[in-house]
């Protein structure tokens, strides 16, 4: 699927690949549960050596949920907010990668589930407040800077969610070769 470029679009693949997720992680045995994640050393990308089980793929996805919410909320109310938080920028936001993975090592499975879940339904619940222009077109919020707000939308939930199944699937692989 293309990125999405309209709301409907927006709504249909982050309900998809929500769901997908879902399906995937749904289908995870006792075993592929309990096996550390581990990947070829070729996979360069940090999240590929950060991640260490599905809990840990889940409040990432959390994580950035919440970033998105308290961005849009926070700018909705007057409050100048970047959408990558102090002391951190697009430079440095692994680190804050790895934060949010320390911050969450006594999280249970079932928490993050349970936290994935209500973030993924407040992130949908507040895509329907706004308007496809309003999503889609360059301008409207001067927060967004030179994206659209609906680009946030999407990489934070169709495209995040395509990432962590794409990982996922990688786990159950490497199990089957144990």
């Not at 349970?114 to 222009?133: C, G, I």
Request: net charge positive; hydrophobic share 35%.
């Amino acid at each position: 699927m293309s990125r999405p470029t309209t709301k409907a679009d927006l709504i249909s693949a982050a309900t998809e690949n929500y769901e997908e997720m879902n399906r995937l992680i749904a289908l995870f045995s006792e075993k592929e549960l309990s096996t550390p994640f581990e990947f070829d050393e070729k996979k360069k990308e940090a999240h590929w050596k950060r991640d260490k089980n599905l809990r840990d793929v889940l409040v990432h996805l959390y994580e950035w949920l919440q970033l998105l919410l308290n961005w849009v909320k926070a700018n909705q109310n007057g409050e100048s907010k970047s959408f990558i938080p102090e002391p951190y920028n697009w430079r440095t936001y692994g680190d804050m990668n790895v934060e949010f993975w320390r911050k969450h090592q006594n999280t249970t499975l079932e928490n993050a589930k349970e936290m994935l879940e209500k973030s993924h339904k407040e992130v949908m619940d507040l895509v329907e407040t706004f308007s496809n222009d309003e999503l889609f077109s360059k301008g409207v919020f001067k927060w967004c800077g030179g994206s659209t707000l609906g680009s946030y939308f999407v990489s934070n939930t169709a495209s995040h969610y395509n990432w962590a199944i794409k990982k996922l699937k990688a786990h159950r692989k490497n199990c089957k070769n144990l």
